[in-house]
């Protein structure tokens, strides 16, 4: 291996000094290769020079050259455009001026009293090996300098509040144009009013000397209005000798909007499979309305028609009809996005409606499902239509498993969906077994994977059990699959928020004659009370116009929102009945423009779609509320509260 030898600059215009500084460096054996200058400008002509001829590997510099004096000398020299470690030579033992060389950015400080060569030696080698210390530090601060401006996430630090530091991407991901306008300020000021507990929480500990790492979800407002939820990873950081956060955190907005549109996907994929099953459902109840309703027109035909049967078989249409519309009605809850916030629910909800959407086709394939209920009541937080999908999607692929292992006929069908409370780790199981066969070996981890499927071409979207796996994560919990027995076992582990007894409500079991009191004695209010019935289905008008009517009230009625107008221009209604969704004016239309002649003007809005029922209409005047009933209509409840808002327009 060559030997390595130093390059050595050394500028000094006394030809003794020169001299005897050569000798003293050659008198120590080390390799040293001397290029000798007199002055600083022919110093800087090399300096500045290009090849290998300019690089020095130190400059030992007088301070007093006829071009040049005192510590300015210094700075000239580092200004060129091949530095090097700078090591001063000169007669004068000042400390002051030592120090001030120093600050110039000057290595060492040497005097010319040359007891030996090895001081000048020790100086050198010092101040090479700070050089290319310095050197390497720089370099390595560049390189993470870059790296983290490059990264795709937001990389900040904050000292308390306050934004010390935030990168490029962070910028580009709050919407800011550059790092002025953003530091300094406080980084609550662009957290959305949701989040700012939690990053408040986080911020309070890392400045009391948490020094472990942490991880959560806050929702950011960019200038535009505009909102990003942002998965953070935050690490204790000392900031100027304080306790401080560095905070990286990745912009999840989109890929939480792919999540949901594959949640959604998979609840449609699932509708799909059951359309056979809910058509099934629907058809139950449609027979029973049928045949009641052929038995009492069968009645007037022979002219034998008995009062207490009539109003049997009307009480049993009725009934038929409210079970159709919780059919319907699950089903619209079951199929729209899920953007509601996480709340405390009883799972067992969960379990007896999922089992209701699959048990008619199991059923039909000979398969019956067995629920094992926990020995106590909890509650869960998240959102009780999710964990419906998942079960529905374990449910149905238990049954799919025995379908396909049982062709010969030689095994009974069964789903066994159990739930057991575990008190002391504070979870609920929920385990789905079936005697399907099995998962095969292989393709047990992968069964969570996005599109993975063992069933065969056509009959599977691949995507139920990922996006159940990503519905129960964010639920906190776990799923775990095994094969038990002769089949397999899909386990969900969830955290418990509470247990005791699930609070039930205290109209569930009550006749709706008795939630509604009777009402005869409201008959003058009843004929004070005008009421604008708004329906496009003729039949549907007709009949809410005609008991209204027979209960006492004044009621006009139309079939659309300009007949509406029309007949309100006649005779002010004192409230409003109408539906939403009708040709030529809707009801939203009808509404506002029956409001801004009655700002105070009740409304009770009909509806038979999901969405409508959200916010129909705004609701901006304090004293005329927009109240909203599902179809099929309840006649009684509807009765009910008219008179209730009769009452309230008899004493304005």
């Known amino acids: 291996m060559p030997e390595q030898r130093f390059r050595i600059l050394l500028v000094e215009d006394n030809p003794g000094d020169a001299f005897l500084v050569r000798t003293l460096l050659e008198e120590t054996g080390e390799p040293f290769d001397i290029e000798h200058r007199s002055d600083l400008r022919s110093a800087m002509a090399v300096l500045n020079g290009d090849g290998p001829d300019a690089l020095f590997d130190v400059v030992l510099l007088d301070l007093t050259l006829p071009d040049s004096s005192g510590v300015a000398t210094i700075s000239q020299i580092r200004s060129c455009a ?60 560049e390189r993470y300098r870059k790296l983290v401006e490059l990264a795709p996430e937001l990389i900040s630090i904050l000292s308390g509040e306050e934004i010390v530091y935030i990168n490029q991407q962070g910028l580009s991901i709050l919407g800011a144009e550059d790092s002025a306008a953003l530091v300094g300020r406080s980084f609550m000021e662009m957290v959305h009013p949701t989040s700012k507990e939690t990053l408040g929480e986080y911020i309070a500990r890392y400045q009391d000397g948490y020094g472990g790492r942490a991880d959560f979800t806050i929702i950011c407002q960019r200038p535009d209005g505009d909102n990003v939820e942002l998965e953070v990873s935050a690490i204790a950081f000392t900031h100027e000798g304080a306790p401080a956060m560095l905070m990286l955190a990745e912009d999840v907005t989109e890929k939480r909007r792919i999540e949901r549109q594959l949640v959604q996907t998979s609840k449609l994929a699932t509708l799909g499979e059951m359309a056979a099953s809910v058509a099934h459902e629907m058809n139950q109840p449609l027979n029973v309305i049928r045949m009641a309703a052929d038995t009492c027109a069968l009645q007037y035909d022979l002219e034998a028609v008995k009062p207490a ?295 009770i809005v009909m509806t038979g779609h999901p969405g409508d029922a959200e916010r129909p209409v705004d609701d901006d005047g304090a004293d005329a509320p927009v109240m909203v009933m599902s179809k099929p209509l309840n006649l009684k409840e509807l009765l009910g509260i008219l008179d209730e808002l009769s009452e309230v327009c008899g004493q304005m």
């Open 82 to 141: 091949n530095t090097a470690p700078v090591v001063v030579l000169t007669g004068h033992k000042d400390e002051e001026l030592a120090f001030e060389a120093l600050q110039h950015g000057a290595e060492d400080y040497l005097t010319k009293e040359f007891p030996d060569g090895r001081t000048i030696r020790r100086s050198i080698r010092y101040a090479i090996e700070r050089s290319r210390a310095e050197r390497a530090l720089k370099e390595s601060e």
């Open 309 to 603: 049967f009539q109003r049997e078989r009307l009480s049993l249409i009725s009934s038929q009809t409210e079970r159709m519309s919780e059919i319907i009605k699950h089903l619209q809850i079951y199929s729209r996005p899920d953007d509601d916030d996480f709340v405390p629910f009883d799972p067992m909800k969960a379990v007896e409606r999922s089992v209701d959407m699959i048990e008619h086709d199991c059923r039909l394939s000979g398969i019956m499902i067995e629920v094992v209920p926990p020995a106590q009541a909890c509650l869960v937080k998240g959102r009780q239509v999710q964990l419906e999908q998942v079960l529905v999607n374990m449910l149905t692929n238990a049954r799919d498993a025995i379908n396909e292992n049982g062709d010969d006929g030689s095994i009974g069908g069964l789903i066994r969906l159990s739930a057991m409370v575990d008190e002391n780790h504070k979870v609920l199981k929920l385990a789905v077994n079936d005697n399907g066969g099995g998962v095969p070996e292989a393709a047990i981890d992968l069964l969570f994977h996005p599109f993975f499927t063992t069933k065969d071409v056509g009959k599977g979207t691949g995507l139920g059990l990922s996006v159940s796996f990503g519905i129960i994560e964010a639920m906190n919990g776990k799923i775990d699959v095994r094969n038990e027995g002769d089949g397999a076992c899909f386990e969900v582990t969830l955290p418990i928020v509470s247990f005791g007894d699930v609070s039930e409500d205290i109209f569930a079991d009550i006749p709706d004659e008795q939630v509604f009191n009777d009402t005869s004695s409201n008959t003058a209010a009843r004929q004070n009370t005008r009421i604008l019935v708004v329906d496009d289905e003729i039949d549907a008008m007709e009949i809410i116009s005609g008991y209204l009517e027979a209960q006492g009230y004044n009621v006009s009625a139309a079939s659309n929102g300009e007949d509406a107008l029309a007949i309100a221009g006649v005779v002010q209604p004192d409230i409003l009945i109408t539906d939403i969704r009708m040709p030529q004016m809707d009801g939203n239309s009808l509404v506002k423009e029956l409001r801004s002649r009655d700002p105070a003007l009740p409304v």
